[in-house]
């Protein structure tokens, strides 16, 4: 079936998504049809409801400013996955191998100072 040199087209899925993550929760999940693992993914962003006037004596006016109360910090979930054990192992395995490469890769650039 399957022999060296086999390629695998991509195909998209309607819901395919291109986003930037920056944090993440892992947890284990014992289902009918095994083990898996639930990845979910996203980012965190803080959104400001509010600014609030306050008198700025040295301009005779106002100047605006946000509040502690008026900042709300807010994670955007991109992707909740659920993995089969296996695959989330071989997905460890080949995050590692990716940074070990990139972690290379930025050692051998030079720098400004030689």
């Known amino acids: 079936m399957f022999k060296d040199g086999t390629k695998i087209l991509h195909a998209q899925s309607p819901n395919c998504i291109y986003e930037m993550v920056d944090s993440f929760n892992v947890a284990g999940l014992q289902m009918g049809n095994g083990a898996k693992i639930s990845l979910i ?7 400001i409801r509010e600014e609030t006037l306050i008198p700025e004596p040295a301009f005779s ?3 605006s400013t946000v509040l502690p109360d008026a900042m709300v910090m807010e994670r955007l979930v991109v992707a909740n996955l659920s993995i089969p054990l ?9 995050l590692n191998d990716g940074i070990a490469q990139m972690e290379e890769n930025l050692q051998a650039q030079p720098t400004a100072h030689g």
């Open 61 to 63: 006016g106002f100047k």
């Open 86 to 94: 296996e695959a989330a192992k071989a997905l460890v395995k080949a």
């Open 41 to 47: 993914v996203g980012r965190d962003t803080l959104k």
